[in-house]
């Protein structure tokens, strides 16, 4: 289904982007977020803004929706009355909706999702996947500089990864049997795009030509340092770990995420030249990627 376009609407139609985690979605929802009135008023796609701003954080993704029905735990999920989704998903005939969050939907949920909210039969997932090394790499650069966890690559692979790993097919199947179509657009095209993440994806999406002169350009968004920066970024941690007790105990998930997000982008900037970290487990990985059933077998 890679590279499947849209025909032309006559009925109401959902497209909801789901991710994957780390393939420039923040970049394009930003980008969505601030011409949401320029797709509106162009190609009557609705993205829906005012559907971000039902948390109390600012989103530029419709994260609230998808921490309410699928992630009650989360730091900021609220409670949202789903009939003012409903209300919104009537008003218009193409709906643009983005978390990376639904993809930890059940097949349940997304039975359930469809019923709460009216959805309309046509209806569709967008997926954005990239080589597998990459991702888990990108994956476990954010986890290190968000202070999630502390392992060193290999064990990050090993213990996190790969007992969690499930292909692109796997992660699709329950929204193509409740109903979804699936458009799969590749992580590499779309960063190597001359136009910017949010248009390669509308203009992929919906088969449409973006007007670049009326487009408001955010830039990118949530970029990790380079692994050598975070590996000593992760040792410099476990070191002070070790030598005193943890000063962010008492601090909120969201404020340790932040200072660790600020530590980590601070040791870039050191102008000291650190040496290449020590290896890194990079080939082990790698190999081991080599020898397991294709991710992307969709």
Not at 134 to 153: D, N, R
């Amino acid at each position: 289904m890679v590279g499947h376009r849209l025909s032309s609407i006559t009925d109401s139609e959902l497209v909801l982007h789901i991710g994957l985690p780390k393939t420039a979605t923040t970049s394009i929802q930003d980008n969505l977020f601030e011409n949401s009135e320029y797709l509106l008023h162009a190609f009557k796609i609705d993205y829906h803004r005012d559907l971000c701003n039902l948390a109390e954080v600012k989103c530029t993704g419709h994260h609230p929706l998808a921490w309410d029905l699928f992630n009650p735990q989360h730091e900021h999920r609220k409670s949202i009355d789903h009939l003012t989704v409903k209300e919104h998903l009537a008003t218009a005939q193409r709906h643009l909706l983005s978390s990376e969050w639904f993809v930890q939907a059940s097949f349940k949920q997304i039975t359930e999702l469809v019923e709460l909210w009216q959805l309309p039969s046509r209806r569709k997932v967008v997926i954005v996947y990239r080589d597998e090394f990459a991702h888990v790499k990108s994956l476990w650069l954010q986890a290190v500089k968000m202070g999630l966890t502390f392992l060193p690559f290999e064990q990050f692979y090993f213990q996190r990864y790969k007992p969690n790993r499930s292909t692109l097919k796997q992660k699709c199947q329950r929204w193509l049997n409740n109903g979804f179509d699936v458009q799969v657009i590749n992580f590499e095209e779309l960063i190597a795009n001359e136009s910017s993440p949010g248009i390669y994806f509308v203009e992929t999406v919906y088969n449409i030509k973006v007007d670049g002169s009326q487009w408001i350009e955010t830039g990118k968004s949530n970029v990790s340092p380079s692994i050598n920066i975070v590996e000593y970024y992760r040792r410099l941690v476990c070191m002070i770990d070790r030598l005193s007790s943890n000063k962010l105990s008492s601090r909120k998930t969201a404020e340790k995420l932040a200072l660790h997000n600020k530590c980590c982008t601070m040791l870039e900037k050191v102008t000291l030249l650190l040496p290449n970290s020590p290896s890194l487990g990079l080939d082990v990985v790698q190999r081991d990627i080599s020898q397991m059933p294709p991710y992307y077998d969709f």
